[in-house]
């Protein structure tokens, strides 16, 4: 995947026998404040063991990918389901080892959202929050990025970008 253009990122759960690799740049680094996303992330914090994804202003940054552009390898066999409804499509992806989430699977998308905090090292910027309508009352958020109630049209902007070039590419 190194030959990817913007070289690659790896995440990697708690204990390391888990390693995720991204290639390419993100589709986009967001954060999001949307009731599921702090419903999961509270849940999965509560985990024996487990690590943190949500900041302590109860965003969850993360990166976004195409599909085509992440891989597991042999370590997908330690990842379980998790989904906070059990009709959802979305599920979360939780290492079996250490109760790590690593991401988020949304099984109608041509994306895979992973969790900035499996990240080590430099990633791109943050480049917006979204679902801010639901962050916590008390949070006040910082004005270094875009901060959009919804999902915005520039983020749905990149993913359809992202899925035609996916489309493309075949």
Aim: one cysteine or more.
């Amino acid at each position: 995947m190194s030959d990817m253009p913007g070289g690659h990122l790896t995440a990697t759960c708690s204990c390391g026998k888990v390693k995720i690799e991204a290639a390419g740049p993100p589709i986009v680094h967001a954060a999001c404040y949307c009731r599921d996303c702090q419903t999961a992330g509270r849940q999965l914090e509560a985990l024996p063991g487990a690590a943190a994804i949500m900041d302590p202003d109860g965003g969850t940054p993360a990166l976004l990918y195409r599909r085509d552009r992440v891989s597991h390898g042999d370590s997908g066999q330690l990842l379980r389901p998790y989904r906070i409804e059990p009709n959802s499509p979305t599920r979360r992806l939780v290492t079996t080892c250490c109760n790590c989430a690593m991401y988020l699977d949304f099984e109608k998308g041509h994306w895979l959202t992973l969790y900035r905090k499996r990240f080590a090292g430099d990633v791109p910027p943050l480049e917006m929050r979204i679902c801010t309508r639901s962050k916590q009352d008390d949070v006040e958020l910082p004005g270094d990025v875009p901060n959009y109630p919804g999902r915005s049209f520039r983020f749905f902007a990149k993913l359809a970008g992202a899925g035609i070039a996916m489309l493309l590419r075949r």
